[in-house]
């Protein structure tokens, strides 16, 4: 070949390299703003939640008074599967409530298939024979889960309004007499009540998911249940009415959050969904890292598949714009975690291809102004003081970046994975502030292996750090190492929560044979 020609073909491809090259950058720098500018809506959506419910806060609410004769029925459905440790507690609780019992009907569905059966059927014989209302509606097929089991029971209910309770919360006795008035509102469909928590000081993991949650009961649901947006039935503590889930469709199996499906198309059919922060039912937090993971899974991914079957509706709906658009970002709040890890594995190849692109990595930090913010108005009873509530913010920081790997296979399942999936349900172990062990129970949850996804996200943390310092300084620390902390807390956590009951069996089985 002639030199002439030779040297042609090497531009030729330096040419098509460098505009390979080019299309790729451009390509990573969409991605890049695509991520911050999602980050940035999802923080200052917190934001706005933070003023709405700081406007609106001291509104009270004042419910009406209903003499005992024009109280409605109520049906109680409890959907419980293997409950061994929580389904004595909780139907106690329920046959406390302090309401006329001829206007009181309770379903236990069971869909167990352990000795939680056995157990849930000689309890309701026993309230049976105390004259209680307590129908036991047994599944053994598990057919659409949670929806499956509630869309059964719906069938043979008898009460005007229908209340639901998971197995780990306990209702106090005054419960419905301060739920129920609020019923006399013809227009209101649907009444959820606030989490509280039986094990929130267990340690300092339950302790700041506690706070995670206050901030969405608290602020959240406070702020769009007084401003007219749309909010969400949480599938427990919730009371609703039965002419609302008929006309509405009815309970569906096709996603995993029945709870979230139902409650948008209630309200885009016209009706109400309500709140009441001052009505506080207390539940068990996962203790277990691994059993929070699967809970956080399930409710990213069925958010996802919801989003995904009612989109097109809600954009029809005959509803203003800005609960609309407000809907949509907090159907789709779980987004949030892959554009995190998203703007996380683009910095370091834009910091070679584009440094000067890298002028928008401020942007990223307008998002982590928004949940702090929020968490740190959300005052309860277990944090009164903002400086308890300030203390727990890294904890619970590190917990939001590392559920970030688990949250993100979530919400691309959710997305682009057909069928519904398996409903993991969260065990519990009837824990406290101070019963904390359950290594012994059953229930706990196998680890997944998205640990080492985990802990590879943190070494590319680490690594950017190490690369991205010199070149840019001290700046880039903050997000990175968040990062790099909070996958390697959530992996770490998980392996050794996975390990140590293996350890303890080993160490207890050497010292039986030493001792024999």
Known sequence: MPPVCGGICIYQMNSGLIMLIRIVTIILQILYLICLTGMAVFGLNNIVSMILYLKTRNKNLVLPKLPSEKLPTVTIQLPIFNERYMVKRLMKAVSQLD???????????????????????????????????FEWVHRTDRKGYKAGALKEGFETTTGELIAIFDADFIPPRNWLIRTVPTFSDPKLGCLQTRWGHLNPKMNAFTRAVALGINGHFIVEQTARSRNGLFMNFNGSAGIWRRTCIIDAGGWQVDTLTEDLDLSYRAQMRGWKVSYLPDVVVPGEIPAQIEAFKKQQFRWAKGSFQTVKKLFPQLMRADIPEQ???????????????????????????????????????PWTFIPTLGPPLMYLVSQTEENPRWVDRLVLLPMLILIGFGISVNNSVAVFEGLFKKGTGEFVRTPKFSLTNTRRNWDDKKYKSVISPMVWGELLLAFYALVSIYILVPKFGASIIPFFFAFFGGCFFMAGMNILQNWQPALKRSTTSLVSRHRS
């Open 99 to 133: 309401y006329p019992r001829e206007k009181l009907q309770v379903q236990v569905l069971d869909d167990s298939t352990d000795d939680t059966t056995s157990t849930v059927k000689y309890l309701v014989e026993q309230y049976q024979a105390q004259g209680m209302n």
């Open 323 to 361: 609960k609309r658009l407000l809907g949509f970002i907090h159907i789709t709040g779980y987004m949030v975690s892959p554009m995190m890890i998203g703007t996380l594995l683009l910095i370091l190849p834009l910091a070679f291809l584009s440094p000067h692109f890298l002028k928008f990595l």
